[in-house]
């Protein structure tokens, strides 16, 4: 009884994860997940793609070797490997090999390549992660950037009929209303002289002219103290009865006829009428002027209560969008503030990511630690020769003892007088030999 001496190695490693363990980095850490990928890292493994590369590095087959040639090397080798999870965090790689040479090398070959997949997810998520967050990210800013721009123009245009402006609007439009009443007033007063200055042009009485004049005079100047005060303020009565006197004077002037003055009279009017008529060019220039200035402020007023009619109208459209105004503010906040929520997280997220890379690169070194580096057997695993030799003979005896026991116990076969007896129930009379057959 020969048999093939094999040779065993093992290699053992302690997956650490310090990071986990440390209060201040555990939110940063990424496990391995040891326990539960040890299924996948065993098929991974026995891969053709891990025991190719393992086998060209070791120059057990070469990449111009025929197809054939490299399936035995690959399937010699995958028979030859195991791992298994002796703890929780502890991972051992065994080798057996019926030559003791280069199973050190194979062995360090394989656990390189093993830890480069174990560590391969982590390194691959935490680089995906950070690639998605930096574009997502850019994505995010541009979308923010528009919303806060969209924001900032819709404010701009709108920026008189915004809702925090509308009680400043309300009172605005109050104050326009009430300055336009007192425009409209100034405006009937002179529109009123105006036609009051415009009669009197028309006349060629010049005592009349006075009387004209100083009524003209008075009425803009009650309109104007009309539009501040009240009725009964002493400025407007005093003003009133100025007036008053000027409009009968006036009155008893036209309505008196030239026959009924008094040849007294008639001098004294005669007189007054020369000296008039000297002055009468000098007049008509000044009724002239009183025209023109009465016309030119009933045209001021006219065009400044066009724009108050115009500002309030503005302003009471204002007033009455500021309920539209306000509902597009809000979706205009609302999209800007879920835009800034967004780029926040991610910014967070991917700064988060970068901490975690560096994380892993700062401990990368100290990641995996080899608790049993890969050894060159001194001696077969395989049990002595003389082993094999005591363990056949023990085992032939057992066999033999069983069997014989077997046969004794399902043979039904008679061999004793005794057992007729106890069977029929009955002695037995004689016993007749076995008879040979006669040639």
């Known amino acids: ?42 098929t991974l493994l026995h891969s053709r793609h891990v025991l190719s590369e393992v086998a060209i590095e070791q120059g057990l087959m070469f990449e111009t070797d025929s197809a054939s040639k490299k399936e035995q090397v690959i399937n010699r080798l995958s028979a030859s490997l195991s791992v298994r999870q002796v703890g929780k965090d502890l991972i051992r790689i065994d080798y057996k090999s019926p030559n003791p040479q280069g199973m050190s ?60 402006q509308h009680s400043a609007n309300i009172e605005r439009l109050s104050q326009v209303r009430q300055r336009l009443i007192e425009r409209e007033a100034e405006l009937a007063g002179a529109k009123q002289s105006l036609g009051s200055i415009d009669q009197q042009l028309s006349r060629t009485n010049p005592v009349l002219t006075r009387l004209e004049e100083q ?102 459209r204002q007033v009455g969008s500021v309920g539209e105004q306000e509902k597009q503010l809000r979706i205009l906040n609302r999209n800007l503030r879920v835009k800034r929520s967004l780029y926040e997280n991610l910014l967070t997220r991917y700064e988060m990511a970068q901490v975690t890379g560096a994380l892993g690169v700062f401990e990368q070194s100290d990641r995996i630690k080899i608790i049993d580096r890969p050894y060159t057997p001194s001696g077969p695993s395989t049990l002595p020769l003389w082993m094999f030799v005591v363990a056949g003979l023990v085992g032939g005896i057992a066999l033999g003892i069983s069997l014989a026991v077997i046969a004794e116990l399902t043979d039904s076969s008679l061999r004793t007088i005794k057992e007729i007896e106890d069977i029929a129930g009955v002695s037995v009379l004689s016993r007749i030999p076995p008879l040979k057959e006669s040639h």
Do not use: W
């Not at 990210?137 to 806060?148: F, K, Q």
């Open 1 to 42: 009884m020969f048999t093939d001496k094999q040779y065993a190695s093992h290699t053992s490693m302690l997956v650490q994860e310090t990071a986990s363990l440390n209060p201040f980095l555990e939110d940063l850490a990424v496990s391995a997940n040891v326990e539960g990928r040890m299924e996948a890292l065993t």
């Open 105 to 164: 090398q194979l062995l360090e070959t394989v656990s390189k390549h093993f830890v480069e997949q174990l560590l391969a997810p982590e390194r691959s998520s935490i680089k995906e992660s950070e690639r998605f967050l930096r574009e997502h990210l850019s994505l995010s800013s541009m979308e923010l950037e528009e919303a806060e721009e969209a924001l900032a123009n819709y404010r701009t245009q709108h920026a008189d009929a915004l809702p925090e």
């Open 215 to 316: 009524i003209v005079l008075n009425r803009a100047e009650l309109a104007t103290l009309m539009s501040r005060y009240t009725e009964g303020h002493s400025k407007v009565l005093a003003v009133k009865r100025v007036l008053r006197h000027l409009e009968e004077e006036r009155a008893q002037v036209l309505a008196q006829p030239e026959s009924a003055v008094s040849n007294h009279d008639s001098s004294a009017l005669l007189q007054q009428q020369i000296s008039i008529t000297e002055s009468n060019g000098e007049m008509l220039i000044v009724q002239v002027e009183a025209l023109m200035i009465a016309r030119q402020r009933v045209d001021a007023l006219a065009e400044e209560v066009s724009q108050l009619r115009s500002l309030a109208s503005s302003l009471q």
